[in-house]
């Protein structure tokens, strides 16, 4: 059963803490929500598979975040000009966003121990369907040289770009190259954190992320172990489905996508999420695997 988050909304992530183990969903509840009839797996070559074969059963919804990755040590890159704290810990980070449904369900592992790491905060933020980041809308916007949804100056998580207040363009380096975003408005929309459970996993009810000039769709994504950000990273989708999904409102009256997965500097294959059809939405998988301890193993 899903956790009743109300009364922890507006709870910053410093204080995670004091809301450990709250919020965040569990193997069984997962299962629930996605055991159904209907809809398709899609695999990183756009190879579908019938969902009876993937998630009706605990074994396989396991086997389904089996498939995406393992063990080993997920890969840290920018976290681009647009982080912040949002103070915001919660599941479903839509609020007035419009667009597809879709739930990111990540599992967080020890990549010494190749098990779960319960008690870790999972934060997400992405744009919205017209490739606007909250906090930043003017930055993403292009008003304020920030990157520009349909035109303009590329963000600075692109090639070409440069983060708010100057500095060196991150480009797809290691976590933490580029500053925390000194928010410039008060919008929150698709930005949360959760705390992961005994088996390591957190969901977010979200909304299929937009595109903006010089980046492929994408979600960013930070884990916190204690008071240490273990990981940054980003996860992205394969391009027959991001396809599918901006053929439709709100994303359609969007044009002009310039930079797909094959051609973004930051893309890797182990970042794309797996997915499944869910309802008249998608359900996406993914593990992390951190170096809890920052051991360097």
Same mark, same amino acid.
């Given at each position: 059963?899903?956790? =009743?988050?109300?009364?922890?909304?507006?709870?910053?992530?410093?204080?995670?803490?004091? &809301?450990?183990?709250?919020? !965040?969903?569990?193997?069984?509840?997962?299962?629930?929500?996605?055991?159904?009839?209907?809809?398709?797996?899609?695999?990183?070559?756009?190879?579908?598979?019938?969902? $009876?074969?993937?998630?009706?059963?605990?074994?396989?919804?396991?086997?389904?975040?089996?498939?995406?990755?393992? *063990?080993?040590?997920?890969? #840290?890159?920018?976290?681009? /000009?647009?982080?912040?704290?949002? %103070?915001? &810990?919660?599941?479903?980070?839509?609020? =007035?966003?419009?667009?597809?449904?879709?739930?990111?369900?990540?599992?967080? $592992?020890?990549?010494? $121990? *190749?098990?779960?790491?319960?008690?870790?905060?999972?934060?997400?933020?992405? *744009?919205?369907?017209?490739?606007?980041?909250?906090?930043? +809308?003017?930055? !993403?916007?292009?008003? !304020?040289?920030?990157?520009?949804? #349909?035109?303009?100056?590329? /963000?600075?998580?692109?090639?070409?770009?440069?983060?708010?207040?100057?500095?060196?363009? /991150?480009?797809?380096?290691?976590?933490?190259?580029?500053?925390?975003?000194?928010?410039?408005? %008060?919008?929150?929309?698709?930005?949360?954190?959760?705390?992961?459970?005994?088996?390591? &996993?957190? +969901?977010?009810?979200?909304?299929?992320?937009?595109?903006?000039?010089?980046?492929?769709?994408?979600?960013?994504?930070?884990?916190?172990?204690? =008071? =240490?950000?273990?990981?940054?990273? $980003?996860?992205?989708?394969?391009?027959?489905?991001?396809?599918?999904? @901006?053929?439709?409102?709100? @994303?359609?009256?969007?044009?002009?996508?310039?930079?797909?997965? %094959?051609? %973004?500097? &930051? @893309?890797?294959?182990?970042?794309?999420?797996?997915?499944? +059809?869910?309802?008249?939405? @998608?359900? !996406?998988?993914?593990?992390?695997?951190?170096?809890?301890?920052?051991?360097?193993?």
């Amino acid at each position: 059963m899903r956790h =009743d988050l109300d009364h922890h909304e507006g709870q910053r992530v410093s204080r995670r803490r004091l &809301i450990a183990g709250v919020g !965040s969903i569990g193997l069984a509840g997962l299962l629930a929500a996605c055991g159904r009839d209907g809809g398709t797996v899609t695999t990183s070559t756009g190879e579908t598979v019938s969902p $009876q074969a993937t998630a009706n059963t605990s074994a396989d919804l396991a086997a389904l975040f089996g498939a995406a990755n393992t *063990c080993t040590l997920t890969a #840290s890159t920018t976290q681009g /000009p647009y982080y912040f704290d949002a %103070d915001k &810990i919660r599941s479903d980070i839509r609020e =007035d966003r419009a667009g597809t449904r879709l739930r990111v369900a990540i599992r967080v $592992q020890d990549s010494e $121990q *190749c098990g779960p790491l319960a008690d870790a905060v999972v934060e997400i933020w992405h *744009c919205d369907a017209a490739g606007l980041y909250s906090g930043a +809308e003017a930055q !993403s916007s292009g008003a !304020s040289g920030g990157g520009a949804p #349909s035109g303009g100056t590329p /963000p600075s998580d692109a090639p070409g770009g440069n983060p708010p207040g100057g500095g060196a363009a /991150p480009g797809g380096g290691a976590e933490g190259s580029a500053a925390d975003l000194t928010p410039t408005d %008060d919008k929150r929309y698709l930005r949360g954190a959760q705390v992961t459970n005994a088996d390591g &996993i957190v +969901e977010f009810t979200t909304v299929w992320p937009g595109w903006y000039r010089g980046r492929t769709t994408h979600i960013h994504a930070m884990v916190h172990v204690g =008071d =240490d950000r273990v990981l940054t990273t $980003q996860m992205m989708f394969d391009e027959a489905l991001n396809s599918r999904v @901006y053929a439709a409102a709100p @994303y359609a009256a969007h044009t002009g996508r310039d930079t797909f997965n %094959d051609n %973004d500097s &930051i @893309y890797a294959e182990t970042m794309l999420m797996k997915v499944v +059809e869910d309802g008249d939405g @998608y359900l !996406s998988v993914i593990n992390f695997s951190v170096d809890a301890d920052r051991d360097g193993t």
